[in-house]
């Protein structure tokens, strides 16, 4: 069965500390990973990653994926409080079987 | 560039009720999705159009959950009748191509059904 698990379910920080949150997998015929950030509203697009070792950069957010191991990690550094979160984790298959296949989140909470 | 537009926000309805939800993709998106969100959970696809056709609806429950995109834009998904575990956000993504291209979110419909 194809599944998507993140670590930790929940994370409370205070500003200023690096975060690291984890995703691993198990899907048959992988094409990408996914993280989105979901606030109160609608979750918002990070990074999609396809290669390994290959590290997606976004100011202070930075994710990069392994496809020998099957995992995926988001790094977050100098966090601050907007930076409080659900941080969702989503694999997307090959073409042909579009159904994306999420984790149920990491909850982070980043104190003043 | 305006954002995947739903509505309405919040609805509830009492179970047995009908009840639908609309979204507009982002101009020139081609695909669009439903999703189901639980709280606690990451959102669950309901169905997946490319343009007006679904090309996938194997996830929808058929029995009560219709879903329709007339011209290939704007869609609507309806729930008839609704039951007390439909209560969750109802979110519509749409990208410019299938997956894996990115989805852009809209904001969701709570629905709670009493």
């Known amino acids: 069965e194809d599944k998507v698990v993140q670590s930790p379910l929940s994370l409370v920080v205070h500003e200023g500390d690096t975060v690291t949150l984890n995703c691993s997998y198990e899907v048959t015929n992988f094409r990408s990973l996914l993280w989105y950030k979901q606030e109160k509203k609608a979750p918002t697009f990070l990074f999609m990653l396809t290669s390994s070792g290959i590290e997606k950069k976004s100011g202070r957010l930075s994710s990069i994926l392994d496809k020998k191991e099957l995992f995926s990690i988001l790094n977050i550094t100098a966090t601050q409080t907007g930076d409080s979160a659900v941080y969702l984790c989503?694999?997307?298959?090959?073409?042909?079987?579009?159904?994306?296949?999420f984790g149920t989140g990491t909850r982070l909470k980043v104190l003043a | 560039e305006a954002g995947v537009v739903q509505s309405p926000r919040y609805k509830i309805i009492e179970k047995k009720q009908p009840v639908a939800f609309w979204c507009n993709p982002i101009s020139g998106h081609n695909t669009l999705y439903w999703y189901l969100q639980n709280l606690g959970q990451g959102p669950e696809l309901l169905i997946r159009?490319?343009?007006?056709?679904?090309?996938?609806d194997s996830q929808l429950p058929k029995d009560r959950f219709s879903a329709e995109r007339l011209k290939g834009v704007d869609s609507t998904l309806k729930i008839q009748p609704a039951e007390l575990g439909d209560s969750a956000v109802y979110l519509c993504?749409?990208?410019?191509?299938?997956?894996?291209?990115?989805?852009?979110f809209g904001p969701g419909t709570r629905l709670t059904v009493l």
């Open positions: 159009y490319e343009n007006e056709e679904a090309v996938d």
């Open positions: 993504a749409s990208s410019l191509a299938g997956p894996p291209d990115t989805q852009y």
């Open positions: 989503a694999v997307a298959p090959t073409s042909g079987t579009y159904k994306y296949i």
